[in-house]
């Protein structure tokens, strides 16, 4: 998503400032045009040199340049720009943009711009905590200003605490979701993702082959475009989306409880999770000992959570997943109907690219008039964005959410 997006990255003088470098690289690869400011301070940590090769741009540092030079920096840069991203940003950098002092190329610049704007603050913790860079911090919130949180841990000072620069990962997950649009802006949604697990005896469960890919996927890409996230999640071990509220639960029952607990609140719902569909009647207390030739289960029926929200869905959008290894689209219409879904998204197993544990999936999506759309591969947070497309489509009819 960060194709041929503009992205202006200001560099302040802090120890951070050598991670710009990779911010910058990953930038890059991921198709983005990266222009550099570095303020004065930035450059006595990590050279013009470093971000000029990795930007492959002309790196600007002077507000007055040679006339030949001269294309009023500050104005072409806020012209060029889709966003602006300020990593890591001082307590200096802060107080001067909260202040309207523009004293260098980057500050005037950006009194002088008016583009979705990104700040990572980094900075010792105490400076972090000073009310005055507090109140600047707010301040610039209230102006519209992107602010990140501070990651915690060691500090280059030797002590622990909160004013890391955060991961380069979550800022480029910031910086994608300053970039999109908010058509989601005031829906709330609710997901499952996930696999269940049903514990037999305190070492062993029944589960699938979930990896809770997709449904973490549609976490990100509604989060993206201004959705109020509730994720409910089996055992996925994926790094954490940014949502309002995540609840994580291990077994069908418990993923029921949490779902009718708050599947009320929501105004989409979107069941993802592979959810098993039996569980072991008796649960042992001690380790079942390997002292028989054969051993049957008993198994005995989970509650279909959907299939519950479905009775009792009133004027929400429910959409559920089919994943089927034959006979995909009569399957997943007769899951549609039987579950009172509004969509059900069919993905064959069998198809390369489809499926569990992969980045990757192959998608077809059923309303309820039959009308069906198959996509080809793709990436699990474009099939996600897909997804939110056609619930868009069926808000819009049922007029919950402004566009
Ligand atoms: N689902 C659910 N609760 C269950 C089983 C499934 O909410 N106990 C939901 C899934 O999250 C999915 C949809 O129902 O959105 C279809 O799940 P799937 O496993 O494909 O269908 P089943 O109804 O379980 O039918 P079968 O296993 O026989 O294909």
Known sequence: MLTNKKIVLGITGGIAAYKAAELIRTLVKEGALVKVMMTKSAMEFITPLTMQTLSRNQVYTD??????????????????????????????????????IGDDLLSTTMMAQSKPTLICPAMNDKMLSNPIVQENINKLKKTGYVIMDSAEGELA?????????????????????????KDFKGARILITAGPTEEPLDPVRFITNLSS?????????????????????????????????????????????????????????????????????????????????????????????????????????????????????????????????????????????????????????????????????????????GAILDRVKKIMSKKSNIKN
């Open 63 to 100: 507000m007055f340049v040679p006339a030949d030079q001269y294309d009023m920096a500050h104005i072409s840069l806020a012209e060029f720009a889709d966003a602006f991203v300020i990593a890591p940003a001082t307590a200096n950098i802060i107080g001067k943009i909260a202040s309207g």
């Open 157 to 181: 000072c030797k002590t622990a605490g909160k004013g890391r620069l955060p991961d380069i990962a979550d800022i480029i997950e910031e910086i994608k979701t300053l970039l999109t649009p």
């Open 212 to 384: 809770g890919k997709m449904g973490y996927a549609l976490a990100v890409a509604a989060h993206r475009r201004g959705a109020n996230i509730t994720l409910i999640s089996g055992p996925a071990n994926l790094p954490l989306p940014a949502a309002e509220k995540i609840i994580k639960v291990r077994t069908a029952k418990e993923m029921h409880k949490a779902v009718m607990t708050h599947y009320r609140n929501a105004d989409i719902i979107i069941k993802a999770a592979a959810v098993a569909d039996y569980c072991p009647k008796t649960l042992a207390k001690e380790k079942i000992k390997k002292d028989k030739k054969a051993l049957s289960l008993e198994l005995e029926i989970n509650p279909d959570i959907i299939a519950d929200i479905g009775k009792n869905k009133g004027n929400r959008v429910l959409v559920g997943f089919a994943m089927e290894t034959q006979n995909l689209l009569a399957n997943a219409r007769d899951k549609l109907k039987k579950k009172n879904m509004d969509l059900i998204v069919a993905n064959n197993l069998q198809e390369e690219g489809a499926g569990f544990r992969t980045d990757t999936n192959v998608i077809t999506i059923i309303d309820r008039t039959g009308e069906c759309e198959s996509f080809g591969k793709m990436t699990k947070i474009e099939a996600a």
